[in-house]
């Protein structure tokens, strides 16, 4: 389960030119609930906050104002059960060129304190529904950004999460591969854990998304099933009710 209660986060950032401060506000008050089993879709133009209400669930940074709950734990009064109970995957495939998969999943399960012995079977056999298993011991500087994707899917899964926090997991995939990966969310859900993940690509909304969440200017618009996000705007394809809202300048 996660849910966020009236959730603000803002960046103060500088302009190096006229050396003047400003303000951003990337989230702007948003609550959510996502339950056990369900995949919640978080939409939005470049900017929008979806990242960083994704770090703010993961616990990789904190709500100026309001509060977020993973599985019962509050992130800021319980950081290290909230974080343990997420599988987060972020945006920039970080992995290490130097190791295998099996080498890279080895590491993390240790730094997750997950048995190794659990940590490899739970690898190889995430590695095998991605269909990765034939690259399990080449190293991975060779590896193209589809399968440093998967490596990466494979990571933030291994420690068994009830709460699974995807930014963009499908980008850069083409659709074979991004099916493997939506086919992995669909079997999560199954499997009874909470799903997040955000998206520019609306097919897949459709597609696996139970509820959706259109986030345009750190506000949340519209959260509901698809097919009732496109009955209640009155559209015929979840891009409509971005260019409505677009031209309502978000409001
Ligand atoms: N660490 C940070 N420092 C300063 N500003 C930040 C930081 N993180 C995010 N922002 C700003 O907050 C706003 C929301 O950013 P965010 O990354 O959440 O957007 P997004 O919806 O994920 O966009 P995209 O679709 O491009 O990934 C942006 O204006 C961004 O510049
Ligand atoms: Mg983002």
Redesign the pocket.
Known sequence: MIQLVEVHKG?T?KDKKTRKKKR?E?VRGISLTVKPGEIYGLL??????????LRMIAGLMHPEQGRIEVCGAGTATEPEKARGAVGYLS?DLNVYNRFTPREFLRIFGEFQGVDPAVAERRGLHLLEKLELSDFVDVKMEGFSSGQRQKVSIARALLHDPRVIVF??PTTGLDVLTAKTVLDLLSLMRTEGRTVIV?T?VLPMVERICDRVGI?FD?ILHGDAPPREILQRWNVPALDEVFFALAAKGGA
């Open positions: 960046f950032v951003i990337a939005g133009p470049n900017g929008a906050g979806k990242s960083t209400t945006t930014d963009e955000s520019h986030i750190g």
